[in-house]
């Protein structure tokens, strides 16, 4: 069993930046492959980035790449999304997303593939 626990949110302007953080603990987190996920209100859950064991390998929503970045730390338990140029539409709950499936360098871009969630954290961004 993994529990995740997410950190970070806030209230910021259009243009800001953002730093989510998800502490894992029960797991074997450097064999833990890890996702970022968001739900704004009347919307689905959508997949907004994900990574391998190691972090070599990523993967990012089109809506999201190039502003933000996924990381982990391994050593920490601990995954981040850096959020940059935030816009208005990037507002939601974010959620991460823990799975033991796949191997090195899997990465899962949907929810059904992932086993474990935090109860996630709101970032709102105003216009």
């Known amino acids: 069993q993994v529990q995740l626990v997410e950190s970070g949110g806030g209230l910021v302007q259009a243009g800001d930046s953002l730093r989510l953080s998800c502490a894992a603990s029960?797991?074997?987190?450097?064999?833990?492959?890890m996702g970022w996920f968001r739900q704004a209100p009347g919307k689905e859950r959508e997949f907004v980035a994900a990574i391998g064991w190691s972090g070599a390998s990523t993967a990012y929503a089109h809506s999201v790449k190039g502003r933000f970045s996924i990381s982990r730390d391994n050593a920490r338990n601990t995954l981040n999304l850096q959020m940059n140029s935030l816009k208005h539409e990037d507002t939601a709950v974010y959620s991460c997303?823990?799975?033991?499936?796949?191997?090195?360098?899997?990465?899962?871009?949907?929810?059904?593939?992932?086993?474990?969630w935090g109860q996630g954290t709101q970032v709102t961004v105003s216009s």
């Open positions: 997303a823990a799975t033991y499936s796949g191997s090195y360098y899997s990465v899962f871009d949907r929810r059904e593939q992932y086993n474990f």
């Open positions: 029960g797991g074997t987190f450097s064999h833990i492959a």
